[in-house]
């Protein structure tokens, strides 16, 4: 029985990275995003060095959890095997996003973590993200050591490359994407002129048990 590939998700992973680079959370054909199909439990991927702005459906990579290839001619991104891992340590995330943002960048640099500063971080992040272990990109070394870094948490700093969020959808994921940079600016804004207060843990629980029961819409 053939497997139906959804062209619908492919354009969610174009709109996906024409808002990365719209929210200068990368540039040109830096960091790359990944969707995992729920039915079928099949990855889809951007391609490896084609501008966001030139990306067609057909440049949509789709892969299985072995990392064989199942659909597309493209060569999907170097970082596939991180995706790849994120996936199958991480049964509640749906799609991943692997940016190169400046001030989070800038933390990676110094091989520093984010801690819990604001309320929208530590609702939808964690108490803090942290940085991982160095490795090349590409590599089995560096997928382990993000997967080994992110945890149960939704964000890991990649040292001296970028960041990997993820999320349940793309929405999900975009939104921490911005959250976590919009966190790492204020932060290192906030050091340049005194010594940032960090949300007590039992504060982050409290917000963290309201955002997951109690904010929003309810039927």
Known sequence: MSIKIKNELKEVIIYGGLTMVKQRLTVGTWGNISIR??????????????DYADIRV??????????????????????????IAVYNARKDVNTVIH?????????GVNHMELPGISEDFVQIVGDKIICSKYALPGTSELATNAVKALGSRNAVILPNHGTLCVGK????????SYVVEK??????????????????EHD???MQEFARNHYGQRE
């Open 37 to 50: 199909d729920t039915e079928t439990g099949l990855i889809y991927i951007s391609p490896s060095g084609i």
């Open 58 to 83: 057909d440049d949509i990579v789709v892969l299985n959890s072995d990392m064989e290839v199942i659909d597309g001619k493209a060569v999907p991104s170097i970082e596939k095997g991180m995706h």
């Open 99 to 107: 940016t190169h943002p400046i001030y989070s960048s800038v933390l």
């Open 169 to 176: 959808n793309l929405k999900d994921a975009l939104k921490i």
């Open 183 to 200: 966190t790492a600016h204020v932060y290192i804004m906030a050091k340049s002129i005194g010594a940032p207060y960090l949300i007590s």
């Open 204 to 206: 982050i629980k409290v």
